[in-house]
């Protein structure tokens, strides 16, 4: 028992606790109402400058790169119908040499008859892609496909 007497509770202090802070302490003021009006319409103002500066110049890669598109359309339809033009050459060589041990066969004919007859002779039918892609290896028909689905 001896160990009781040393313990000591723990008490508030004589004088009492302080007082607790209910009331509201307000924030201290970096900026007033009318600095920050100021400084949103000037920013406003600046920002919209420099959008406005932007887009001319925007504007102008715009029409420049439209100008570039309008000149280059022609020359590469050209070359995309001069390729096209090319293959069909090129399918009409290898008809011709898949079948010079026929003497009855004509290219571009079906058994000698003529597969349009109603258009003249110098009139281009466009075949279907099989017809194009006939004497070429299958993955190229493949790929030219899925590549113009999947676009």
Do not use: C
Not at 33 to 55: D, Q
Not at 67 to 90: G, I, T, V
Request: hydrophobic share 35%; aromatic share 16%.
């Amino acid at each position: 028992m001896s160990s009781a007497g040393s313990f000591a509770q723990d008490l508030p202090p004589k004088e009492g606790y302080r007082p607790f802070q209910i009331d509201r302490i307000p924030l201290r003021t970096w900026v007033t109402g009318r600095a920050a009006l100021f400084g949103v319409l000037a920013s406003t103002i600046v920002g919209h400058y420099i959008y406005f500066l932007n887009w001319k110049d925007e504007h102008r890669h715009i029409l420049e790169m439209r100008s570039s598109r309008f000149a280059l359309k022609p020359l590469l339809l050209a070359e995309r119908d001069r390729a096209f033009l090319k293959q069909l050459k090129r399918n009409r060589e290898e008809e011709k040499e898949l079948m010079k041990y026929y003497p009855s066969w004509k290219v571009g004919t079906y058994y000698g008859e003529p597969i349009y007859r109603s258009l003249p002779e110098d009139q281009l039918v466009e075949p279907d892609a099989y017809e194009y892609y006939a004497h070429s290896h299958p993955d190229h028909y493949t790929k030219k496909h899925l590549y113009f689905m999947m676009t």
